[in-house]
């Protein structure tokens, strides 16, 4: 019997905006050391505006989160699982990749659209991402910087140990307006996304 706390670990959920459905959890294999924070306060009248401007906000300030993750594949090879045994951490690193791709679905549905004539063709909207880090911090996100470090490889060159840089902008109402589905289902998505993480 131990009396070591429960470790509670960040990580990603994909969901559907619409829907809330949770389409994909994405947990860390370990928390981060660190996480940087940025607020670029949104002032009405700039570095050299009105006085009376003075005090005025245009809006919520840009909060951007940057954190550095790390995947390590020595765990599941000593237990000899077989995906990390042939391939070693493509499956991990892809189901990140994937976050950034739209889907292929609708790249044929545009597709389609272009080739029936369609004049204007609206970009894709991705699945909803939710940044996870303490039941304090759950907030949506869109990724604005990805990129991968591998280190070490198995015979067959597949990478066994990987350092991950996610550049994360929170999503606030000035980015998706007070319509989107994104702010009248807050509530009902943080809890979801605490029960998917086991999070109290």
Known sequence: MTNSPKL??????????????????????????????TLQVQGAGGDGGDRSDALRL???????????????????LEIADDTVTE??????????????????????????????GTLEIAPMETLLTIFIWSKHRIVPVRITEFSITEEAF????????????????????????FAHSTCKIKNNLLRKVRAVFSVR
């Open 8 to 37: 509670v670990k960040g990580g990603i959920v994909l969901m559907d905006p619409v829907t809330t459905a949770v389409r994909r959890i994405i947990a860390l294999q370990y928390n981060p050391d660190s996480l940087s924070r």
């Open 58 to 76: 245009k809006g919520p300030p840009v909060e951007t989160i940057k954190v550095e993750a790390e995947i390590d594949a020595t765990d599941q």
């Open 87 to 116: 391939v070693g951490l493509h499956a991990q690193l892809a189901a990140l990749e994937v976050i950034v791709y739209p889907g292929s679905a609708h790249l044929e549905l545009n597709k389609g659209m272009a080739q029936s």
């Open 154 to 177: 198995d015979q067959s060159l597949n990478p066994l140990r990987a350092k991950i840089s996610l550049g994360l902008r929170v999503l606030s109402v000035d980015d998706v307006g």
